[in-house]
């Protein structure tokens, strides 16, 4: 790498794409996805179907984030470093916000919703299905694929590839990916290597290389081709959801939004600084992991309930849980991340465990 480059200050632009990310997401379940899947009619605005249905791609761009920001969050730590930073950043507020719509349901959920002790502790372990409950929240489906990232980065970083060998890390991730995907798609090896969502993760573990300075034919070509890859992969999952929500879904659309969502988020990684106040910004990058968390069947069991405009609930309602996204992120997520850092930090340290490498790790190959 050359010698300028260096570990800068937070990529302010990133805070606000998560949380355009998440509204995103929150349009597509609120104008498109509950009207199909649940058969509710107060639990959406089927009006907004045709442009709310695009909504879903507003997941991808969080995994193309969270390459990014993974990359960013490896660099200077050990296996055990990194697993702790996100085990601290993602399960206590995981955790919380489950409760909170397990309590939701159980009280107001009726006639439509129900949960049971036996879902709520399933939930705990985060991939529920696995123990045989459903998701507590449909959309915890993506966290499953999010765990799944960092197991892989922990290991690769164990032994001692990751990032140094990233250029051979993600060609073999591909491959896998189209291995799998034209010969025997089998479901094992879709949720192993994530070869439903690889590209994405690529792009944005490329974008970071491109970040820290790195330049070349093969970086070139390796964004090039995580970029097909992501695109074929979206347009692959408007073909899968199709026929569950009976929506229809342009290839076209699916293709262009992907691009310029990767585009935008390249852009967002060379932008220095916001012209919003600081606080504001962290707050709204802060609050979107509760927001994601709460606002799909918290809001659902709200809608059941409603009796006035449905224009106005949704309005009501969106605002409701960012307003709640921020009281867990500022007064539950921040304190429980400190505690279980430090916690398990400790612990580590009792073990004998580095928590960053003894010497410095190299940051790409080709550069």
């Known amino acids: 790498m050359p010698p300028e480059a ?3 200050s937070r990529v ?9 990310a998440v509204f995103g997401v929150l349009l597509y379940h609120f104008g498109f996805w509950g009207p199909a899947s649940h058969g509710v009619p107060q639990v959406a605005l089927p009006w907004l179907a045709p442009v709310a249905k695009y909504g879903y791609l507003g ?9 990014f920001v993974i990359a960013y969050s490896a660099e200077g730590r050990t296996a055990t470093g990194f697993a702790i930073a996100r085990f601290s950043r993602i399960y206590p507020t995981f955790v919380f916000c489950m409760t909170l719509t397990f309590i939701a349901i159980a009280f107001l959920g009726a006639p439509h919703f129900d949960t049971s002790l036996k879902q709520w502790l399933a939930n705990l372990f985060i991939a529920a299905p696995a123990l045989g409950q459903p998701y507590m929240d449909t959309s915890y489906w993506s966290l499953v694929i999010e765990v799944m990232f960092y197991a892989w980065i922990a290991l690769l970083i164990a032994a001692g590839l990751f990032p140094r060998r990233i250029d051979a890390i993600i060609l073999g991730g ?36 491109f970040y820290r300075g790195r330049r070349g034919r093969m970086l070139y070509g390796l964004l090039a081709l995580s970029i097909g890859t992501a695109v074929f992969q979206s ?9 569950h929500t009976g929506g229809v879904f342009e ?3 699916v293709a262009a939004i992907c691009l310029i969502s990767i585009a935008v988020i390249f852009v967002a990684t060379r932008i220095r600084h916001v012209p919003l106040p600081p606080a504001f910004v962290l707050a709204a990058g802060g609050l979107t992991y509760p927001l994601y968390l709460l606002h799909m069947q918290f809001g659902y069991v709200l809608f ?6 449905p224009v106005a609930m949704v309005i009501a309602i969106a605002i409701g849980m960012t307003l709640l ?20 930090s400790g612990r580590a340290s009792r073990f004998g465990w580095p928590l960053k490498p003894s010497a410095p790790v190299g940051s790409g190959e080709g550069a």
């Open 6 to 8: 260096h570990r800068t």
């Open 12 to 20: 302010e632009a990133l805070d606000l794409l998560r949380l355009a």
């Open 59 to 67: 997941v991808p761009a969080f995994f193309v984030i969270s390459g």
């Open 174 to 209: 591909l491959g896998i990916t189209f291995a799998n995907k034209l010969s025997v798609n089998s479901p094992l090896v879709e949720k192993l290597f994530l070869t439903d969502d690889s590209g994405f993760f690529a792009v944005g573990l490329l974008i970071y290389q």
């Open 235 to 243: 347009i692959q999952k408007a073909v899968k959801l199709a026929p």
């Open 251 to 253: 290839a076209w659309t």
């Open 304 to 309: 059941t309930h409603a009796s006035a405009n």
């Open 325 to 344: 996204a921020w009281i867990v992120w500022r007064y539950v997520e921040r304190p429980a991340q400190r505690w279980a850092r430090d916690f398990l």
